[in-house]
């Protein structure tokens, strides 16, 4: 049973209390809170779980456009076990059981780095940046790889990408957009890899 109640929810969606540490606790006793992650749609918590740095990200019933986050998480779970060994994406850990208002939390893989959109504000928007670097085919594979699982529409926009410290190693932390294959026409789908494409290009020069 959680600890936290309805009311002092809506006090934390209203920023009048800080209960993150006790949301995380209440999602996993052996886990510990250690930031909020932010910008996010939904609630986004780095955590210390074993000595081990993750991510856990959590869809609250009540606050919010639940529907919507609920959704959202769901879609991050099946593309991320699609994922389970492709490399440039930050790997499910663990998906928890709906407990109360938490429903689809997933644990992930903390990326040590910074998002784009970090990067690129530090260099005043400077996206030629990155022109002839080995971190756009690294990234390209890996939208190359989940296309072929049947996932496209990655959302690729700066804040959903991250580049290691030294520059060398890029990935994709945000796997919550996707959309399936199945259940699309060819001609959808075929827009869909073609924009991620695009994208692939715009994020990473100008
Ligand atoms: N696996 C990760 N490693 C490092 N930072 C992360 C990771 N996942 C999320 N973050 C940070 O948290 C922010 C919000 O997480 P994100 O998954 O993009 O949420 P949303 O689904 O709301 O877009 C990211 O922009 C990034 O700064
Ligand atoms: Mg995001």
């Not at 986004?44 to 986050?69: C, H, M, S, Y």
């Not at 990155?130 to 296309?147: A, D, I």
């Not at 699309?184 to 100008?206: H, I, K, S």
Request: net charge positive.
């Amino acid at each position: 049973m959680p600890s936290v109640t309805l009311e002092q929810l809506r006090q934390y969606y209203d920023n009048s209390v800080d209960i993150s540490a006790a949301i995380v606790h209440d999602i996993d006793p052996t886990m510990e809170y250690v930031r909020r992650l932010t910008p996010s749609s939904v609630y986004v918590f780095q955590v210390r779980k074993r000595k081990n740095i993750f991510v856990l990200k959590v869809a609250i019933e009540g606050i919010g456009d639940t529907k919507w986050k609920i959704q959202h998480l769901a879609k991050e779970k099946k593309t991320l076990t699609l994922a389970h060994d492709i490399p440039g994406i930050t790997h499910l850990v663990k998906a928890y059981r709906d407990n109360g208002p938490y429903r689809n939390a997933i644990l992930k893989e903390f990326f040590e780095g910074n998002t784009l959109r970090t990067v690129y504000s530090r260099y005043y928007g400077d996206r030629a940046r990155f022109n002839g670097s080995r971190l756009r085919p690294q990234l390209e594979r890996t939208v190359r790889e989940l296309h072929a699982r049947g996932v496209a529409n990655l959302d690729l926009t700066p804040n959903n990408i991250a580049i290691s410290g030294k520059e060398e190693d890029i990935c994709l932390i945000d796997a919550g957009y996707g959309e399936f294959k199945r259940g699309m026409t060819a001609e959808q789908f075929n827009r869909y890899r073609q924009d991620d494409l695009d994208d692939v290009e715009r994020v990473l020069r100008q």
